[in-house]
């Protein structure tokens, strides 16, 4: 494997975007985009990472605004900008471009993990036209109490407060996520059901979850999550991608698998082909628990290879 580190101007035209394309040592086959969650960052996925560089897939992935290197070369762990929701889907569409140029012709797929898979839903529904599939991995289908968080984080914004840091809202959004748990150690055990992940997120220097996004940046988060809701989201995915939805049914972020079958079912609903796989008994990162992330990741290589024979035949 050999690796090329780039760098970007975001869309919010305010970060540099530190990124990283991973080229297998044979003839590449295909592009996948990793798109990682809030909170963590892309070299969290090397594992995967490799799996795919030795199936022949070049990887490309970026760490975004207020995340990541990107967050540790600026200082700016809390402010996303000021372009809105689109902001990260923008970037993710910059580095598609520059990966795809050095590729021109080598399918395309991009995978997303948990905002991750929020920001890859509305990234299909907005540049899916020449994506030849879509992964997703421990997706959403509604959070609770996103409308009243938005109505409060509005008045905020209005009032000349977007830029301040309030931890409350971004704890009202995701604090229920170990309610299921029995006697949890930690606020992040919803992550993984092995403690060893959860501590080495806790003491990982690219991650950063005591550092909350601003009141503008938690206000666009809550806006990408109810624009990729329902059928009118799974009408504007172009009907050629096909997508697979993948979760442990312990994942309080798909509401312990519903809210994945909810999101499959829309585009179903709105003739995409897609495939479903729950992991029973895991929770959030079934990518990151050793027991099956072989099995997790072999899935995901066996599905792409599938959608690569399909446009051959």
């Known amino acids: 494997m050999a690796f090329e580190e780039i ?17 297998p040592i044979r003839k590449p086959r295909g592009i996948v985009q990793i798109v990682h969650g ?49 902001t990260m889907a923008e970037d993710e569409h910059t580095l598609r471009q520059m990966v795809q140029q050095e590729y021109p012709d080598l399918p395309y797929f991009m995978y997303g993990h948990s905002m ?14 020449g994506m030849d599939g879509l992964l997703i991995c421990g997706t959403s289908s509604f959070f609770p109490k996103t409308k009243e968080l938005a109505t409060a984080l509005k008045k905020r914004i209005d009032e000349g407060q977007g830029e301040e840091v309030d931890p ?22 919803w992550i993984s059901g092995d403690p060893d992940v959860v501590a080495d997120h806790a003491s990982d220097p690219f991650n950063n979850f005591t550092s909350p996004p601003n009141i503008r940046s938690t206000y666009d988060f809550i806006m990408m999550i109810e624009t990729i809701i329902g ?23 798909g509401l312990y698998g519903e809210g994945v079958y909810a999101v499959s079912n829309w585009l179903a609903e709105t003739g995409k082909q897609v495939k479903t796989k729950l ?25 792409i290879n599938e959608v690569i024979a399909q446009k051959k035949s």
Not at 62 to 78: F, L, M, R
Not at 116 to 129: D, F, K, L, V, W
Not at 170 to 185: C, K, Q, S, Y
Not at 279 to 303: L, Q, T, W
């Open 7 to 23: 760098s970007f101007k975001s869309f919010n035209e305010k970060d540099i975007i530190q990124a990283w394309i991973y080229k």
């Open 168 to 189: 409350s809202y971004i704890g009202a959004l995701l604090g229920w996520m170990t309610d299921r748990i029995v006697n949890p150690l930690t606020p992040n055990d």
């Open 231 to 253: 059928i009118p989201w799974a009408e504007k995915v172009p009907v050629t991608i096909p997508v697979y939805n993948i979760a442990g049914d312990q994942d309080p972020v």
């Open 38 to 86: 809030f909170g963590e960052h892309s070299r969290r996925y090397l594992h995967m990472i490799l799996k795919l560089n030795e199936a022949g897939f070049v990887v490309a992935a970026d760490d975004h605004v207020g995340h990541g290197k990107t967050a540790a070369e600026s200082g700016n762990w809390s402010d996303w900008g000021n372009k809105g929701y689109l």
């Open 279 to 303: 992991y029973s008994g895991y929770r959030h990162e079934i990518h990151n628990y050793r027991d099956i992330r072989d099995e997790v990741e072999d899935g995901m290589i066996d599905f």
């Open 116 to 129: 991750g898979s929020m920001i890859a839903r509305s990234y299909a529904a907005t540049y899916g036209e």
